[in-house]
């Protein structure tokens, strides 16, 4: 297709089997394309619909590389998000995976453009709302060495800027994750307490059977 592509004019290419095969809309940006003298190949595939050969178009018309999302396993959001990403000048490899849905990808390209450490909900098993009150945790700190010189692992600290992100009106502070680290030993003491109980329990059942 290369060189067929190379060597026939926009008049004759539109004449060839290889372009009857796609339907209208897809020709028709097919046309712009070739118009616009953009590598056209990298979306003129049939199994990218109307709307995934737009995306892929504008990111071409815009000086983006788009072959980042000229992927068929991305849906129109996907790639509108990693496109988003692309313009912002980040690091969009970060969350341009199959992995991660498009409300998923939002929530990781707004932290980047907060300039947040989004490692902390990087996780394509949370859900984006998980990863939404992880960001506004984050985001409610300007001080990084809260949390990037604490002795707390990483998942026990995205636990805290969890349940903190989603109090709107508490600030997060030095204070605050210390008060939340007793809370959550605290927690995790009495939860040893009641299985030990439970157990012990069970075990007085059996000797009474």
């Keep these: 297709m290369n060189r067929i592509y190379n060597n026939l004019s926009v008049e004759n290419l539109i004449k060839t089997e290889w372009f009857n095969q ?21 979306y003129a595939k049939k199994e990218f619909s109307g709307d995934q050969m737009r995306a892929i178009l504008s990111g071409l018309v815009n000086n983006l590389d788009a072959s980042i999302y000229a992927k068929e396993y991305f849906t129109l959001f996907e790639m509108s998000e990693i496109r988003d990403g692309l ?5 969009v490899s970060i969350y341009a995976k199959k992995e991660f849905d498009w409300l998923q990808m939002y929530e990781i390209r707004l932290g980047l453009q907060n300039d947040l450490d989004v490692s902390f909900y990087l996780n394509s098993n949370f859900s984006s709302k998980k990863m939404r009150y992880i960001r506004l945790g984050l985001e ?4 990084i060495s809260i949390y990037s010189n604490s002795d707390l692992s990483k998942k026990e600290l995205a636990k805290i800027f969890y349940f903190l992100g989603k109090d709107k009106k508490t600030k ?12 959550m030993l605290f927690k995790s003491f009495l939860l040893k307490k009641l299985k030990l109980f439970v157990k012990i329990k069970k075990k007085e059942k059996i000797k009474d059977e």
């Design 22 to 42: 796609f339907n209208k809309e897809q020709q028709n940006l097919i046309k712009q394309g070739l118009l616009l003298n953009v590598d056209v190949l990298l």
């Design 87 to 91: 313009k912002a000048n980040l690091d």
């Design 140 to 143: 409610k700190t300007n001080d």
């Design 172 to 183: 997060i502070n030095s204070f605050q994750i210390k008060m939340f680290k007793k809370k």
